[in-house]
């Protein structure tokens, strides 16, 4: 009986040595069709009650269901992706800073004409500019620290090996890295 179950853990494995080896390195869609080609043999090969026998049916229905539904959202958003218009962020960018400008124009013109009326609009306005600005400032002056930071951690982790070089025998010294 030992000797039965063996053989049947053997055969389940070779499909899973045939199509499952470094799944987790492959690309979403390359682990789906390697899934379904394991889901496949397994069928062809009658291995399914093999599977229940080994007491692994219930995993093997779930991984089943899984791949089933990870495939059918994949290719969901997959269609979301091709229907998206294709648009560049610097080009989003450059119409907004654009219309802005029209915008506070347009708001200017209006304080010319109308006067005293729009003050309030106006300090409001000048009060989110100011905020934008202030945070704008804040952020820049944390990624340069940021970015001096992470070069001075590096330079200190990249020092002491300079330091480090070996001579083989024969060979010309060797700068460790």
């Given amino acids: 009986m030992e000797e039965a179950i063996r053989g049947k853990a053997q055969n389940v494995m070779e499909v899973f040595e045939k199509h499952g080896t470094n799944l987790t390195r492959q690309s979403y869609i ?8 394991i889901f496949t043999d397994i069928q062809d090969k009658d291995l399914l009650e093999a599977i229940n026998e080994l007491g692994i049916g219930f995993y093997y229905k779930k991984v089943v269901e899984s791949n089933q539904r990870f495939y059918k959202l994949y290719l969901e958003r997959n269609k979301e992706y091709a229907s998206a218009p294709r ?36 300090n409001e306005l000048n009060s989110l500019v100011e905020s934008y600005q202030t945070s ?29 070089i070996i001579t083989l025998v024969g060979f010309k010294p060797l700068l460790l890295l």
Wanted: hydrophobic letters at 30%.
């Fill in 30 to 37: 390359q682990q789906t069709a390697n899934l379904d080609d």
């Fill in 87 to 122: 648009v560049k962020m610097s080009d989003l960018r450059t119409t907004s800073e654009e219309t802005i400008k029209e915008l506070f124009n347009m708001i200017n013109a209006t304080i010319v004409f109308y006067g005293k009326k729009y003050q309030s609009l106006i």
């Fill in 136 to 164: 704008i400032a804040r952020r820049n002056v944390m990624q340069k620290e940021t970015d001096e930071s992470l070069n001075r951690d590096f330079d200190e982790i990249r020092e002491p090996q300079k330091e480090r």
